[in-house]
């Protein structure tokens, strides 16, 4: 078999130029309001086990590409649960909760957003129902029902999970935390996603004086992560770098809607790998703060998936072994392949000035998964 490292192999499927980019901090941060953001960061750095996670130099990687700098935010530290999910999810039970004891929440989950549900309903002692899909790993239901949550599995995909918790939840009076907002429910999709800008405070707190980031890299399954960043920027940097969304192929429904100039819901017919990323609708308040703030929309096959993997284990893009799970990826294979595409690398402006931000936005949250990763990426390298 060919080495994957042939640059001819690293390619992108696809990318868009947004046409629609018009980057106001004021019109971002109206639609995820500071004041959300200050409460979601003082109360999860007050929890006992709060710490920042790690800021990595990909400094191997930038050099085989002619970069600047590359920084990977090492969300696989985050508290015991592997991802950056942690700090929205639980962050959003305590909220809604308001200190009483005597609610269910609930959510619809591919993973790692339903473990910060049922970790945050676990501290505050709440009843808690975890719906999945048949797509699922039992490694990762496991996971869930460790924090004493109920788990719902429900036949197809993602999608069909949220339907059946959102009947559910209305019929029982549950009350849903789930991080995609749709009308008259934008309120805890907030709360999720300030959570997530936690990121953004570390990072620049992290990231050396005389730096600034050009270019950040962001993968997107719904899209809260990548909108919550954007805000973090918004609040927190004085100068706005490229921004970049990173989707599978199988399920780019934010290309598809930067494209089209509104949210378009796609069928996705073919699970992809990073099943925390396969999506087929964008979120209501991320896209609203998307649609104006993305530079460009990448999508990527499945096939660089293991072998970035494979590569961050063992420490070939960094002095550091890095753990990331599938869905870590993507920031990389999308840096990977516009910049052995010249013409795409300088339609992006990425040379020897750039300093770019990928997200390792979690680690082996599914070690049975993993491991087959590295298998698989071992005969690839």
């Known amino acids: ?68 700098e ?70 990762r239901a496991k996971a869930i029902k460790k924090f004493g949550a109920k788990v719902i599995r429900v036949k197809g995909n993602y999608d069909n999970s949220l339907k059946e918790c959102i009947k559910q939840s209305k019929k029982n009076n549950w ?15 907030q709360l999720i996603m300030a959570g997530y800008c936690l990121m953004v405070k570390e990072i620049f707190n992290q990231i050396k004086k005389n730096k600034s980031l050009t270019h950040v890299f962001l993968q997107a399954g719904v899209g809260g992560m990548a909108a919550a960043i954007v805000a973090g920027i918004a609040k927190y940097s004085k100068k706005i770098p490229k921004i970049i969304i990173v989707e599978p192929d199988k399920a780019d429904c934010i290309l598809k809607s930067i494209r089209k100039k509104k949210p378009i819901k796609i069928r996705i017919s073919d699970e992809s790998i990073m099943g925390g990323m396969s999506c087929g609708e964008v979120s209501k308040v991320a896209w609203n703060i998307l649609n104006r703030s993305v530079n460009y929309c990448v999508s990527i096959p499945d096939t660089m998936v293991a072998p970035v ?31 052995f595409n010249q013409k795409l690398r300088n339609e992006v402006k990425l040379n020897k000035n750039s300093n770019v931000l990928v997200f390792g936005c979690e680690g082996a949250t599914d070690k049975q998964m993993y491991n ?4 698989l990426g071992k005969k690839l390298v």
Request: glycine share 6%; proline share 2%.
């Open 309 to 339: 993997a494979f590569l961050l284990a063992n420490k070939k893009y960094s002095i550091n072994k890095i753990e990331a799970g599938e869905c870590a990826t993507p920031g990389i294979i999308a840096l990977k392949g516009i910049c």
């Open 70 to 139: 590359i920084y990977y935010k090492d969300e696989s530290k985050r508290f015991s649960l592997k991802s950056f999910k942690a700090l929205g999810g639980a962050f959003a039970v305590e909220k809604i909760a308001d200190g009483r004891k005597d609610i269910t929440v609930s959510t619809a989950t591919a993973g790692n957003h339903g473990r910060s549900v049922a970790w945050g309903s676990k501290k505050l002692g709440l009843k808690c129902k975890i719906f999945i899909s048949e797509n699922v790993s039992e490694a």
């Open 372 to 375: 087959k990763l590295l298998k």
């Open 1 to 68: 078999m060919k080495t994957i490292n042939r640059k001819i192999l690293w390619s992108i499927t696809n990318i868009i130029k947004n046409k629609n980019y018009n980057f106001s901090k004021t019109d971002i941060l109206n639609f995820l309001p500071e004041k959300i953001i200050d409460e979601a960061i003082k109360s999860i750095s007050s929890w006992k086990s709060y710490r920042s996670t790690p800021l990595i130099r990909l400094n191997k990687l930038s050099s085989e590409l002619n970069l600047g």
């Open 175 to 189: 009350k849903i935390v789930q991080d995609v907002s749709w009308n008259n429910y934008e309120y805890v999709p």
